[in-house]
T-cell receptor
Framework: NAGVMQNPRHLVRRRGQEARLRCSPMKGHSHVYWYRQLPEEGLKFMVYLQKENIIDESGMPKERFSAEFPKEGPSILRIQQVVRGDSAAYFC??????????????FGQGTRLTVV | RKEVEQDPGPFNVPEGATVAFNCTYSNSASQSFFWYRQDCRKEPKLLMSVYSSGNEDGRFTAQLNRASQYISLLIRDSKLSDSATYLCVVNMANSGGYQKVTFGTGTKLQVIP
Protein backbone atom coordinates (compact mmCIF):
# COMPACT_ATOMS: atom_id res chain seq x y z
CA ASN A 1 0.00 0.00 0.00
CA ALA A 2 1.82 3.07 -1.26
CA GLY A 3 1.85 6.07 0.99
CA VAL A 4 0.83 9.58 0.03
CA MET A 5 2.58 10.44 -3.22
CA GLN A 6 3.43 13.98 -4.16
CA ASN A 7 5.03 15.12 -7.35
CA PRO A 8 7.16 16.71 -8.36
CA ARG A 9 9.47 16.66 -5.36
CA HIS A 10 11.18 19.82 -6.55
CA LEU A 11 9.75 22.45 -8.85
CA VAL A 12 11.44 25.58 -10.16
CA ARG A 13 9.34 28.27 -11.78
CA ARG A 14 10.08 31.76 -13.04
CA ARG A 15 8.02 34.65 -11.73
CA GLY A 16 4.71 34.83 -13.56
CA GLN A 17 4.56 31.14 -14.50
CA GLU A 18 2.08 28.61 -13.19
CA ALA A 19 2.89 25.87 -10.70
CA ARG A 20 0.90 22.64 -10.45
CA LEU A 21 1.47 20.38 -7.50
CA ARG A 22 -0.03 16.91 -7.40
CA CYS A 23 -1.01 14.69 -4.52
CA SER A 24 -2.26 11.10 -4.67
CA PRO A 25 -3.69 10.08 -1.29
CA MET A 26 -3.22 6.70 0.33
CA LYS A 27 -5.50 3.96 -0.93
CA GLY A 28 -8.88 4.21 0.74
CA HIS A 29 -8.38 7.79 1.86
CA SER A 30 -10.93 10.30 0.64
CA HIS A 31 -9.80 13.41 2.52
CA VAL A 32 -6.86 15.54 1.44
CA TYR A 33 -5.21 18.49 3.16
CA TRP A 34 -2.69 20.92 1.76
CA TYR A 35 -0.20 22.81 3.93
CA ARG A 36 2.49 25.34 3.18
CA GLN A 37 5.70 25.64 5.14
CA LEU A 38 8.02 28.58 4.72
CA PRO A 39 11.68 28.13 5.76
CA GLU A 40 12.08 28.03 9.55
CA GLU A 41 8.31 28.30 10.06
CA GLY A 42 5.50 25.93 11.04
CA LEU A 43 2.91 24.26 8.85
CA LYS A 44 0.19 26.61 7.67
CA PHE A 45 -3.14 25.05 6.72
CA MET A 46 -4.33 25.95 3.24
CA VAL A 47 -7.27 23.78 2.19
CA TYR A 48 -9.17 20.63 3.08
CA LEU A 49 -10.89 18.66 0.32
CA GLN A 50 -12.99 15.61 -0.10
CA LYS A 51 -13.57 14.03 -3.52
CA GLU A 52 -15.14 16.70 -5.77
CA ASN A 53 -15.76 18.93 -2.77
CA ILE A 54 -13.87 21.72 -0.99
CA ILE A 55 -14.63 21.42 2.72
CA ASP A 56 -12.53 24.27 4.11
CA GLU A 57 -10.41 26.72 2.15
CA SER A 58 -9.97 29.25 4.92
CA GLY A 59 -6.18 29.11 4.61
CA MET A 60 -6.00 29.68 0.87
CA PRO A 61 -4.87 33.09 -0.40
CA LYS A 62 -7.79 34.79 -2.13
CA GLU A 63 -5.97 35.20 -5.42
CA ARG A 64 -3.82 33.00 -7.65
CA PHE A 65 -4.30 29.82 -5.58
CA SER A 66 -6.81 27.07 -6.26
CA ALA A 67 -7.21 23.43 -5.35
CA GLU A 68 -9.25 20.53 -6.60
CA PHE A 69 -9.72 16.86 -5.85
CA PRO A 70 -11.56 15.30 -8.79
CA LYS A 71 -13.47 12.05 -8.72
CA GLU A 72 -10.64 10.41 -10.63
CA GLY A 73 -7.00 11.31 -10.31
CA PRO A 74 -4.87 13.19 -7.83
CA SER A 75 -5.57 16.36 -5.94
CA ILE A 76 -4.03 19.41 -7.60
CA LEU A 77 -2.84 22.62 -5.96
CA ARG A 78 -2.47 25.27 -8.61
CA ILE A 79 -0.62 28.55 -8.20
CA GLN A 80 -0.97 31.03 -11.02
CA GLN A 81 1.49 33.86 -11.76
CA VAL A 82 3.92 32.73 -9.07
CA VAL A 83 5.93 35.27 -7.10
CA ARG A 84 9.11 34.83 -5.05
CA GLY A 85 7.07 34.74 -1.84
CA ASP A 86 5.40 31.52 -3.02
CA SER A 87 8.71 29.67 -2.59
CA ALA A 88 8.05 27.11 0.13
CA ALA A 89 7.52 23.44 0.84
CA TYR A 90 3.97 22.32 0.10
CA PHE A 91 2.85 19.23 1.96
CA CYS A 92 -0.19 17.13 1.24
CA UNK A 93 -1.77 14.82 3.81
CA UNK A 94 -4.60 12.33 3.50
CA UNK A 95 -6.89 10.67 6.00
CA UNK A 96 -9.60 8.02 5.78
CA UNK A 97 -13.30 8.81 5.77
CA UNK A 98 -14.74 9.67 9.14
CA UNK A 99 -15.58 6.66 11.23
CA UNK A 100 -13.29 4.25 9.41
CA UNK A 101 -10.65 3.27 11.91
CA UNK A 102 -7.93 5.65 13.00
CA UNK A 103 -8.28 9.10 11.60
CA UNK A 104 -4.67 10.22 11.76
CA UNK A 105 -3.33 11.93 8.67
CA UNK A 106 -0.39 10.67 6.65
CA PHE A 107 1.88 13.05 4.81
CA GLY A 108 3.57 13.00 1.45
CA GLN A 109 7.20 14.00 1.18
CA GLY A 110 6.29 17.43 -0.05
CA THR A 111 6.96 19.54 -3.11
CA ARG A 112 9.62 22.20 -2.75
CA LEU A 113 8.72 25.11 -4.95
CA THR A 114 11.40 27.63 -5.83
CA VAL A 115 10.45 30.76 -7.72
CA VAL A 116 13.34 32.47 -9.48
CA ARG B 1 -7.88 32.14 19.81
CA LYS B 2 -6.04 29.59 17.67
CA GLU B 3 -7.68 26.21 17.25
CA VAL B 4 -4.53 24.42 18.38
CA GLU B 5 -1.83 26.29 20.26
CA GLN B 6 1.73 25.31 21.15
CA ASP B 7 4.77 27.06 22.56
CA PRO B 8 7.11 27.32 19.55
CA GLY B 9 10.23 26.98 21.70
CA PRO B 10 13.00 26.26 21.05
CA PHE B 11 13.53 24.01 24.02
CA ASN B 12 17.27 23.43 24.44
CA VAL B 13 17.91 20.54 26.81
CA PRO B 14 20.98 18.45 27.66
CA GLU B 15 21.15 14.78 26.80
CA GLY B 16 19.45 12.65 29.40
CA ALA B 17 17.06 15.38 30.50
CA THR B 18 13.30 15.05 30.74
CA VAL B 19 11.29 17.53 28.71
CA ALA B 20 7.55 18.16 28.47
CA PHE B 21 5.45 19.92 25.85
CA ASN B 22 1.89 21.11 26.24
CA CYS B 23 -0.68 21.92 23.64
CA THR B 24 -4.13 23.49 24.09
CA TYR B 25 -7.11 23.19 21.78
CA SER B 26 -10.19 25.35 21.52
CA ASN B 27 -12.93 22.99 20.36
CA SER B 28 -14.34 20.94 23.23
CA ALA B 29 -15.95 18.56 20.73
CA SER B 30 -12.54 17.43 19.42
CA GLN B 31 -12.44 13.71 19.12
CA SER B 32 -8.95 12.41 18.58
CA PHE B 33 -5.47 13.64 19.32
CA PHE B 34 -1.96 12.91 18.11
CA TRP B 35 1.65 13.96 18.36
CA TYR B 36 3.69 14.18 15.17
CA ARG B 37 7.38 14.68 14.72
CA GLN B 38 8.95 16.70 11.91
CA ASP B 39 12.65 16.56 11.14
CA CYS B 40 14.30 19.40 9.28
CA ARG B 41 13.15 19.55 5.63
CA LYS B 42 11.15 16.34 5.97
CA GLU B 43 7.47 15.58 6.16
CA PRO B 44 5.72 15.23 9.55
CA LYS B 45 5.35 11.66 10.77
CA LEU B 46 3.01 10.23 13.37
CA LEU B 47 4.76 9.78 16.71
CA MET B 48 1.86 8.54 18.82
CA SER B 49 -1.85 8.79 19.37
CA VAL B 50 -3.11 10.29 22.63
CA TYR B 51 -5.80 8.53 24.63
CA SER B 52 -7.86 9.73 27.58
CA SER B 53 -6.23 7.14 29.81
CA GLY B 54 -2.77 8.29 28.78
CA ASN B 55 -0.34 6.13 26.86
CA GLU B 56 3.32 5.36 26.91
CA ASP B 57 5.73 4.21 24.22
CA GLY B 58 9.23 3.68 25.54
CA ARG B 59 10.61 7.02 26.64
CA PHE B 60 7.54 8.90 25.40
CA THR B 61 4.35 9.48 27.40
CA ALA B 62 1.30 11.28 26.06
CA GLN B 63 -1.64 12.49 28.12
CA LEU B 64 -4.98 14.11 27.44
CA ASN B 65 -6.91 16.39 29.78
CA ARG B 66 -10.35 16.93 28.25
CA ALA B 67 -11.58 19.14 31.09
CA SER B 68 -8.78 21.63 30.56
CA GLN B 69 -8.51 20.96 26.83
CA TYR B 70 -4.84 20.22 26.63
CA ILE B 71 -2.58 17.38 25.68
CA SER B 72 0.99 16.80 26.73
CA LEU B 73 4.05 14.92 25.59
CA LEU B 74 6.79 13.88 27.99
CA ILE B 75 10.17 12.70 26.73
CA ARG B 76 12.43 11.02 29.26
CA ASP B 77 16.19 10.47 28.94
CA SER B 78 16.45 12.74 25.88
CA LYS B 79 18.67 11.59 23.04
CA LEU B 80 20.39 13.71 20.41
CA SER B 81 18.16 11.99 17.85
CA ASP B 82 15.07 13.43 19.57
CA SER B 83 15.96 16.86 18.18
CA ALA B 84 13.05 17.79 15.94
CA THR B 85 9.85 19.79 15.87
CA TYR B 86 6.91 18.19 17.67
CA LEU B 87 3.46 18.93 16.31
CA CYS B 88 0.25 18.64 18.26
CA VAL B 89 -2.67 17.44 16.13
CA VAL B 90 -6.36 17.50 16.90
CA ASN B 91 -9.28 16.08 14.91
CA MET B 92 -12.24 18.34 15.38
CA ALA B 93 -15.65 18.38 13.79
CA ASN B 94 -16.45 21.51 11.84
CA SER B 95 -19.83 23.10 11.35
CA GLY B 96 -20.51 20.93 8.33
CA GLY B 97 -20.06 17.75 10.32
CA TYR B 98 -16.70 16.91 8.73
CA GLN B 99 -13.77 15.91 10.87
CA LYS B 100 -10.88 18.21 10.18
CA VAL B 101 -7.28 17.43 11.08
CA THR B 102 -5.79 20.56 12.65
CA PHE B 103 -2.09 20.99 13.34
CA GLY B 104 -0.37 23.22 15.85
CA THR B 105 2.62 25.14 14.56
CA GLY B 106 5.00 22.89 16.48
CA THR B 107 7.48 23.03 19.33
CA LYS B 108 11.13 22.86 18.41
CA LEU B 109 13.35 20.64 20.57
CA GLN B 110 17.14 20.75 20.46
CA VAL B 111 18.98 18.15 22.55
CA ILE B 112 22.51 19.28 23.33
CA PRO B 113 25.46 16.91 23.95
Amino acid sequence: NAGVMQNPRHLVRRRGQEARLRCSPMKGHSHVYWYRQLPEEGLKFMVYLQKENIIDESGMPKERFSAEFPKEGPSILRIQQVVRGDSAAYFCASSPPRGRGNTEAFFGQGTRLTVV
Amino acid sequence: RKEVEQDPGPFNVPEGATVAFNCTYSNSASQSFFWYRQDCRKEPKLLMSVYSSGNEDGRFTAQLNRASQYISLLIRDSKLSDSATYLCVVNMANSGGYQKVTFGTGTKLQVIP
